[in-house]
């Protein structure tokens, strides 16, 4: 199985970038997916999940209301559309994905609560917003 991030780029901040996430040998609509980012130094912390039985979303605090996490089943594809960029969005963004459901307690906070169960993982792509 591989994943692959892409949309990652340069933008100023006020500005917005979309990435996705495709998935080989596996169908992505039977599976939770999950946006995650990291930056040098760092922890890796969660952004945003969706589910797959109601594909229903959880988002990290800081990017409520600006980022939204869908799917294009049709495209096998995960979004991640980010809006209102901000400096410290600035980070690695990985896709990940697992088979298995995701409850409602699963956590954002680096290394948090339920994020062991993803075990696909993409190489990431690199975010930068200038101020």
């Known amino acids: 199985v591989q994943i692959a991030e892409s949309g990652g780029g340069e933008v100023q901040a006020g500005g917005s970038l979309r990435l996705s996430c495709v998935a080989s040998e596996i169908g992505f609509p039977n599976y939770a997916v999950a946006w995650f980012r990291q930056a040098p130094g760092r922890e890796r912390e969660g952004v945003s999940y969706i589910r797959t039985a109601d594909d229903s979303t959880t988002y990290a605090d800081s990017v409520k209301g600006r980022f939204t996490i869908s799917r294009d089943n049709a495209k096998e594809t995960v979004l991640l559309q980010m809006n209102d960029l901000k400096f410290e969005d600035t980070e690695i963004y990985y896709c990940?994905?697992?088979?298995?459901?995701?409850?409602?307690?699963?956590?954002?906070?680096?290394?948090?609560?339920?994020?062991?169960?993803?075990?696909?993982w993409g190489r990431g792509t690199q975010v930068t917003v200038s101020s």
């Open positions: 990940a994905a697992t088979d298995y459901p995701i409850g409602p307690t699963i956590s954002t906070k680096p290394n948090g609560h339920g994020q062991d169960v993803f075990e696909y």
